[in-house]
């Protein structure tokens, strides 16, 4: 069942039931070595997934889960051995998130058992943030959405390894690196794969095994535009040119410097003009300040990391 979060829809099954997590990874056409978040209603809920259990998770994890949960934070610690091999891609950790919304709270609390869920989308295709946008992908693949509004935040959450000394972001989201610091009192760190160079197969490999796979991707091809007002102009005008003499249509996506707008109309702009038809999109980058950094990861990977200076 499809459920909307603060977040993205995600798309939800018993995570301690192999069989249901499965028949997940069939409905969004998913590599089974992408491992899921496990999301949970309350903080005792982390007792039966992690290692230990709650009491043996790091102080800054116990202080993460106080400050910012419920919230769009994925929290990554050694998992129990009840927790199925299905549901963590084989790996020996997993990946633990409470959500905002009331709704996806309810539904779990509801459902008595931890809820293991990926974006309701087909594998490779942009998030869905709205109960629109998950039929769009999933009718006729899954047995129910619940329709709620559009979601708040609009990438997913910021997925933070806990098993080391101090947290490393694993995915960058709302939830920035400063933020971060600031509730824990500790130095926080990036993920090497986050800041080399992702062209670089060599030197790309990615903790976060779902960083790997293509993402985001509308139709359309995408395309990334950094450089300032004049550049970007001036790229806009040639790529635009180049395109409708090639008999395409091209459409541009900027948002100033505002990430949270652009974090929360992106993936939503990026399927309402695939259905308008378009054929290139240009998408100006936005500055990686603060959730900016988050947003950025976003359109690199939805542009292939096609990137025009
Ligand atoms: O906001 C969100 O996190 C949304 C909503 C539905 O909660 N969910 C979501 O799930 O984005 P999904 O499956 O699309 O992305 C999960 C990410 C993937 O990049 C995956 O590789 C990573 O979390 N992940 C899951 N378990 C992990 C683990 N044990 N270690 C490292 N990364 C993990
Ligand atoms: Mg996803």
């Known amino acids: 069942m499809a459920f909307p979060t603060e977040t993205v829809y995600g798309l939800g099954a018993n995570a301690l039931n192999a069989e249901a997590v499965r028949s997940v990874y069939e409905a969004k056409g998913r590599p089974s070595d992408n491992p899921m978040i496990v999301h949970i209603s309350k903080i005792e809920d982390m007792d039966e997934l992690v290692a230990g259990g709650y009491i043996r998770i790091s102080p800054y994890a116990k202080m993460a889960a106080k400050k910012l949960w419920p919230g769009p934070l994925t929290m990554v ?15 020996v950790t997993v990946a633990i998130r409470m959500p905002m919304n009331e709704t996806a709270r309810n539904l779990i609390a509801e459902s008595g058992v931890p809820v293991a869920a990926p974006s309701a989308n087909i594998s490779g295709r942009p998030s869905p ?8 992908d999933m009718d006729g693949r899954i047995d129910a959405v619940i329709m709620g509004d559009q979601c ?3 990438i997913e959450s910021t997925v933070v390894d806990m098993t080391g000394d101090e947290p490393v972001i694993l995915r960058p989201g709302i939830i920035t690196k400063e933020w971060l610091e600031a509730a824990l009192g500790c130095p926080v760190s990036y993920d090497k794969s986050l800041l080399v160079n992702m062209n670089d197969e060599e030197e790309f490999k990615p903790r976060s095994p779902g960083m790997k796979y293509t993402h985001y991707s509308p139709k359309a091809k995408v ?13 806009v005008m040639e790529l635009g040119i180049e395109a409708k003499r090639e008999g395409l249509r091209p459409a541009i996506l900027e948002y100033g410097n505002d990430a ?17 038809g378009y054929d290139i999109i240009l998408i100006r980058a936005i500055d990686t300040k603060g959730a900016g950094f988050g947003v950025m990861n976003r359109m690199l990977k939805s542009a292939g990391y096609d990137i025009v200076k």
């Open 260 to 276: 949270n707008k652009a974090a929360h109309k992106l993936f939503a702009d990026l399927r309402e003009l695939d259905r308008q």
């Open 77 to 91: 610690f050694v998992k129990n051995p009840s927790v199925p091999d299905v549901t963590t891609g084989g790996l």
């Open 152 to 154: 708040d935040v609009g």
């Open 129 to 136: 943030t709205t109960a629109e946008d998950v039929l769009e």
């Open 223 to 235: 395309r990334l535009i950094a450089g300032d007002d004049e550049t970007f102009s001036r790229k």
